[in-house]
């Protein structure tokens, strides 16, 4: 069973940028939509950023015009670039590769002066 294993966060000061990743143990050249989400402490699980196989993005409100997703389907591969963060980015990070896929341990971004 294909494994997700997300890495890149950690501490940041507002403004600032990160750029999360997570590597797939298997090709996910053939995964229809490989999204972000995350998870603030108290709060839901939210769809952040997806990109379909056809590289079509779509992005949550909030993280418009900061956050881009791409993914590269040879490093089995989906990245988040963050940029201009602020301390409501807090989270825990999580991809998904669809139902079937478990989810991944998820990576912690602190926002914070």
């Known amino acids: 069973q294909m494994q997700l294993v997300e890495s890149g966060g950690g501490l940041v000061q507002p403004g600032g940028s990160l750029t999360l990743s997570c590597t797939a143990s298997g090709s996910i050249g053939s995964i229809l939509h490989m999204r972000w989400y995350r998870q603030a402490p108290g709060k839901e699980r939210e769809l952040v950023a997806d990109?379909?196989?056809?590289?079509?993005?779509k992005y949550a409100d909030s993280v418009k015009g900061r956050f881009t997703i791409s993914r590269h389907n040879t490093e089995h591969t989906v990245y988040l670039q963050m940029n201009s963060l602020k301390p409501e980015d807090t989270a825990v990070y999580y991809c998904?590769?669809?139902?079937?896929?478990?989810w991944g341990q998820g990576t912690q971004v602190t926002v914070s002066s």
């Open positions: 990109i379909s196989a056809d590289g079509d993005t």
């Open positions: 998904n590769a669809g139902a079937l896929i478990p």
